[in-house]
Nanobody
Framework: QVQLVQSGGGLVQAGESLRLSCVAS????????LGWYRQAPGKQRELVAS???????NYADSVKGRFAISRDLAKITVDLQMNNLKPEDTAVYYC?????????????????WGQGTQVTVSS
């Protein structure tokens, strides 16, 4: 079983910055991709940013140039640096990890989520 634990988030004013962190634990053999998603009230969960094990990144158009995702595969962590925050960035943010774990009967793929953390940006 893979667990993701998030930290960071909170309440800031527009234009300020926040950093979210997420660490994975469990019998992880390999990581395919790590990412951050968000869900605003009344809206579907959406991808904010992702990064593959090879370092390729993908960002939602709405955060390009303001957010930066980074990862440490040795520690199995993924961070999201959020700069120049806007009120429309207000949401619950979730980290996500996909990869392979070692199970009793062999290897298995996994996709796990963090517990979620609130980010609120006031205007």
């Amino acid at each position: 079983q893979v667990q993701l634990v998030q930290s960071g988030g909170g309440l800031v004013q527009a234009g300020e910055s926040l950093r979210l962190s997420c660490v994975a634990s469990g019998r992880i053999v390999s990581i395919n991709a790590l990412g951050w998603y968000r869900q605003a009230p009344g809206k579907q969960r959406e991808l904010v940013a992702s990064i593959t094990s090879g370092g390729s990144t993908n960002y939602a158009d709405s955060v390009k140039g303001r957010f930066a995702i980074s990862r440490d595969l040795a520690k199995i962590t993924v961070d999201l640096q959020m700069n120049n925050l806007k009120p429309e960035d207000t949401a619950v943010y979730y980290c996500n990890a996909e990869g392979t774990t070692r199970q009793t009967m062999g290897l298995a793929t996994f996709r796990s989520w963090g517990q979620g953390t609130q980010v609120t940006v006031s205007s």
